[in-house]
């Protein structure tokens, strides 16, 4: 099993190893919308597990890279832990295709997890697209940890999307949004 040890030392743990840690600027990020992907059954077990243990509630998973794309089409998770290889669509052929998939202007923060610790596969990843990658194993201490600040980081991005498409509306149509100054009595 991938995170065996960590598995059996957390499962017999009396206490939360994670209580519940904010980020940023005392913004919460355990509602963020998490998808894993992953080929092995055990493995997502396990890496929800861990999540969950770290706080985070809104987690969804796909069996491979085919069931993942099907599933991004209709929402953008905040983060996506993504399996290097898988044997249907693997994960760099899901980066690939995430980025010329007409993607909506919100972000996804792509971590790419993988037993592959080899610096072409990590090199490769992150050239197309993943912000971060662990090897597996990992402590879930680390896991938890990544997905955390990825989180945070999606947070920052998409608000400054929104701030800046509420600025392109104000430069496309100036007159709808002018203010206008109120009589003086």
Known sequence: MIYADQFAEWQDATTDPFARRRSGADQTVED??????DDNPDALRL????????????????AGGREALAALRGRT???????VHMPDVDGLAMLRS?????????????????????????????LHG?????????????LVDRVRRLACRTRSLNSALERLSLLDGLVRNPDRHRCRRGREN
Not at 99 to 115: C, E, H, N, Q
């Open 47 to 62: 890496t929800i597990h861990l999540l969950e243990r770290g706080g985070f509630w809104r987690i969804d998973t796909a």
């Open 130 to 142: 993943a912000e971060d990658f662990v090897v597996r194993p990992c402590t879930g201490a680390e």
């Open 98 to 126: 995430m980025s010329v998939d007409g993607r909506p202007r919100s972000a996804t923060s792509v971590l790419a997890v993988s037993g592959d610790a080899s610096p072409e596969v990590r090199r490769s990843m992150l």
């Open 77 to 83: 998770p905040d983060v996506l832990l993504l399996d």
């Open 32 to 37: 963020a919308n998490i998808l894993i992907v």
